[in-house]
């Protein structure tokens, strides 16, 4: 993946796998970075879960 991680769990990666961009920006800051942010985490998993069910 390619993207930047910014302040407060604020990020945006672009996957050239998939095509796929996931933009994550919150109106606070959150604690973590990149992978150690769980709301990014759980959203990026809930993208990557929605694409197997409609390539199945």
Partial sequence: ???HSGHGCQ???FDPKTKVVIAYV???LKAGVYDL???YMRL???V???LALNTA
Avoid: E, K, L, S
């Fill in 48 to 50: 990557y879960d929605a």
């Fill in 26 to 28: 919150t109106n606070g």
């Fill in 11 to 13: 990020q945006v990666v």
């Fill in 1 to 3: 993946m390619i993207g």
């Fill in 44 to 46: 990026q998993n809930a």
């Fill in 37 to 39: 942010c769980r709301n």
